[in-house]
T-cell receptor, first 113, second 113 residues
Framework: SQELEQSPQSLIVQEGKNLTINCTSS?????LYWYKQKYGEGLIFLMM?????EEKSHEKITAKLDEKKQQSSLHITASQPSHAGIYLC?????????????FGQGTILTVHP | DGGITQSPKYLFRKEGQNVTLSCEQN?????MYWYRQDPGQGLRLIYY???????QKGDIAEGYSVSREKKESFPLTVTSAQKNPTAFYLC????????????FGSGTRLTVV
């Protein structure tokens, strides 16, 4: 089983709709990262969360790390076709990984115009 | 501009061949990492290096080898011992051993023919 579980695994939405992607761990998360990837390309950094309850926003994307630091959510408001891609969460699980990130399996987002 | 360069973008390997994937960064980052990405499995860590002339095995190191002779370079060799090498390979670097400033290259797609 994955140490970081993302849900849903895939998501198809109509342009303009809101959506949420979740990233869950059974262990405390230290340094939770959200990335976006276009198929066949590298990962683009979106946001990093460290403190429980922390919330960050960039344009129409908001990410939050819950108080217990075991779950993060990524919310997109009024989705656009440019939001389509694979979203991955990565985290230092346990706090002693010396920069090694563990990743979720990714969520494939499709936005229909 | 600073960044990470992976080459080649596409690579084809015959059965029994060793191939080397290049990863170069000009970000002056201390730590470098190699991940493998397969559909539906997210990213899995192959090797990582926190300092020149030192590297550690990740979760799936069997069939792979690396070197870190220069701070800027962290090449990955996929040996003939790797039974299922077809995958997308991503190189990353971070500013320090805590994973801050994690940056990814654009990836190399390796196919066995």
């Amino acid at each position: 089983s994955q140490e970081l579980e993302q849900s849903p695994q895939s998501l198809i939405v109509q342009e303009g709709k809101n959506l949420t992607i979740n990233c869950t761990s059974s262990k405390t998360l230290y340094g939770l990262y959200w990335y976006k990837q276009k198929y066949g390309e590298g990962l683009i950094f979106l946001m990093m969360l460290q403190k429980g309850g922390e919330e960050k926003s960039h344009e129409k994307i908001t990410a939050k790390l819950d108080e217990k630091k075991q779950q993060s959510s990524l919310h997109i408001t009024a989705s656009q076709p440019s939001h389509a891609g694979i979203y991955l969460c990565g985290a230092d699980i346990g706090g002693t990984s010396y920069g090694k990130l563990t990743f979720g399996q990714g969520t494939i987002l499709t936005v229909h115009p | 501009d600073g960044g990470i360069t992976q080459s080649p973008k596409y690579l084809f390997r015959k059965e029994g061949q060793n191939v080397t994937l290049s990863c170069e960064q000009n970000l002056n980052h201390d730590a470098m990492y190699w991940y493998r990405q397969d559909p539906g499995q997210g990213l899995r860590l192959i090797y990582y290096s926190q300092i020149v002339n030192d590297f550690q095995k990740g979760d799936i190191a069997e069939g792979y080898s690396v070197s870190r002779e220069k701070k800027e370079s962290f090449p990955l060799t996929v040996t003939s011992a790797q039974k299922n090498p077809t995958a997308f390979y991503l190189c990353a670097s971070s500013r320090d051993t805590q994973g801050y400033g994690y940056t990814f290259g654009s990836g190399t797609r390796l196919t066995v023919v």
